[in-house]
């Protein structure tokens, strides 16, 4: 089990970029894949981007693809979302999570550690 802690969230203009980060407790962090979901007003939970343990397979909903980039440091125990191009549709809490499992999910459910989540607003 690892706990996650997520920062950088915020306000920004329609176009601009945020860096979202995970902090990560537990020496199996580097064992887990880790996705980041996001969640608008009113709206269901949806995934947002996947990445493997290693950082060599990454999944991203059609959405943002070309857009928001994930990765991961596992020395720093720390994964990230790159987003730019943002759009007022972006806004969203965005979490992160981390999967014990070696395929790649992109199942809430096979998500077993929660963030608390960071909002980010994007303003047109």
């Known amino acids: 089990q690892v706990q996650l802690v997520e920062s950088g969230g915020g306000l920004v203009q329609a176009g601009g970029s945020l860096r979202l980060s995970c902090a990560a407790s537990?020496?199996?962090?580097?064992?887990?894949?880790m996705g980041w979901f996001r969640q608008a007003p009113e709206k269901e939970r949806e995934v947002v981007a996947v990445?493997?343990?290693?950082?060599?397979?990454?999944y991203y909903a059609d959405a943002v693809k070309g857009r928001f980039t994930i990765s991961r440091d596992n020395a720093k125990k720390t994964g990230y979302l790159q987003m730019s191009s943002l759009k007022p549709e972006d806004t969203a809490v965005y979490y992160c999570?981390?999967?014990?499992?070696?395929?790649?999910?992109?199942?809430?459910?096979?998500?077993?550690?929660w963030g608390q989540g960071t909002q980010v607003t994007v303003s047109s």
């Open positions: 999570a981390a999967s014990p499992l070696t395929d790649l999910s992109t199942r809430e459910a096979d998500f077993g550690s």
């Open positions: 990445i493997n343990w290693s950082g060599g397979i990454t």
């Open positions: 537990g020496r199996t962090f580097r064992s887990y894949a």
